[in-house]
Nanobody, 115 residues
């Protein structure tokens, strides 16, 4: 099993920045894909950004150019740097790991963007 613990959420004004962290209990080099998803009130959970263990990244169109996913192999942590935040980025952000064919999820961290 893999445990995932997110941190870094909070309240930020539109145009501001936040960095989310996801600490994994396993080496992220052994995890095929790690990603960030988000779920806004009344909406389905959606992919925000993903990163393969080889470092290939993928982003939702809505965050391209504003968000960056990165990994720290030494600390088994994946980050999501979020810049130029918009009101519509408000959501609970979840860390995901795809490991040996199984999806693992963190408990989520709330990001609230205010005007």
């Amino acid at each position: 099993q893999v445990q995932l613990v997110e941190s870094g959420g909070g309240l930020v004004q539109a145009g501001g920045s936040l960095r989310l962290s996801c600490a994994a209990s396993a080496s992220i080099l052994s995890i095929n894909v790690m990603g960030w998803y988000r779920q806004a009130p009344g909406k389905q959970r959606e992919l925000v950004a993903a990163r393969t263990r080889g470092g290939i990244t993928n982003y939702a169109d809505s965050v391209k150019g504003r968000f960056t996913i990165s990994g720290d192999n030494a600390n088994n942590t994946v980050y999501l740097q979020m810049n130029s935040l918009k009101l519509e980025d408000t959501a609970v952000y979840y860390c995901n790991a795809q490991w040996y064919g199984i999806n693992y999820w963190g408990k989520g961290t709330l990001v609230t963007v205010s005007s």
